[in-house]
């Protein structure tokens, strides 16, 4: 009867529940034309069972680029006293929009030491990288790709980390195919963002879908990106799903 009553996983095993939570993006969870040739016969629920207003979220918004990801250990000695948590670099109003246009930076181990090891720091570095820019690569072509293009950021970096390339004793790369492996996210994307004019935060649907029994959870809801946003967002489905079954002992506001 369309109702969501379960899940099939890749193995085939069936798992039935009284309620599905999805927490992979709406992308990944609902079928449909902007997708169907990347995800065809991947999303949680085929094209004939998602609901029309998921063609409107669709076309209201589309996947952010992804990211091009450095964890770094450096020596201690390389951040001056003082120095704060969090910078960002641009080099180029001009290309701010563009692959690897801006970078980001956060040094959480300024604020809490016991991050890293003694004597040393933790350097978190990130710039928007789309998936489109490492399509078609070869195994070798990637591995090339993800070294170069890290060294180029390292080299940026240089700019308000002088002498970091020598600094640097631990490195982790990340690139939008780790995104999309490791995380599961759809191209690799940060999450959805507005495909024309800005629409608020409250176009953003809320945590019940369009098929019964079905919930949505995360940045593909209300409120939308960022840890606080799925953070409520999840809290949010708890206390929704609690109470459609009749859980909590209050009333949601109407």
């Known amino acids: 009867n369309g109702d969501a009553v379960g899940v099939k996983l ?3 095993e069936i798992i039935r529940a009284k309620r599905v939570i999805s927490n992979a993006t709406r992308w990944d969870t609902f079928s449909g034309s902007a997708d169907s040739s990347a995800r065809a016969g991947q999303a949680l629920v085929d094209e004939h069972h998602t609901p029309r207003k998921e063609q409107v979220w669709r ?3 589309v996947p ?14 390389l951040i001056p006293a003082g120095s704060h948590c969090h910078h960002l670099l641009l080099e180029d109003w001009e290309r701010m929009e563009e692959e690897q246009g801006v970078i980001f930076v956060s040094m959480p181990s300024l604020l809490d030491p016991d991050l890293a090891p003694q004597g040393h720091h933790i350097v978190h570095t990130f710039t928007p990288s789309s998936m489109e820019a490492w399509k078609g690569l070869s195994p070798s072509e990637y591995r090339q790709k993800k070294e170069a293009d890290a060294a180029r950021l390292i ?3 240089e700019a308000i980390l002088p002498g970091l390339a020598g600094a ?4 982790e790369i990340g690139t939008p195919r780790s995104h999309r492996r490791f995380l599961g996210r759809f191209q690799g994307s940060y999450g959805p963002i507005p495909a024309m004019q800005l629409p608020g935060l409250l176009p953003m649907p809320f945590n019940r879908t369009g098929v019964k029994n079905l919930y949505c959870v995360g ?4 409120p939308g990106q960022g840890l606080n946003a799925v953070a409520f967002s999840g809290f949010a489905c708890a206390h929704r799903v ?10 949601l506001p109407a």
């Not at 940045?219 to 209300?222: G, K, N, T």
């Not at 609690?242 to 009333?251: E, I, K, S």
């Open 64 to 77: 952010s680029p992804s990211f091009l990801s450095l964890h770094l250990g450096v020596r201690a000695d």
């Open 10 to 12: 890749a193995n085939g």
């Open 219 to 222: 940045d593909s809801c209300f």
């Open 168 to 171: 640097i004793t631990h490195q």
């Open 155 to 157: 080299q940026r970096l």
């Open 242 to 251: 609690g109470a459609d079954l009749g859980l909590n002992p209050w009333a």
């Open 59 to 61: 076309r209201r918004y």
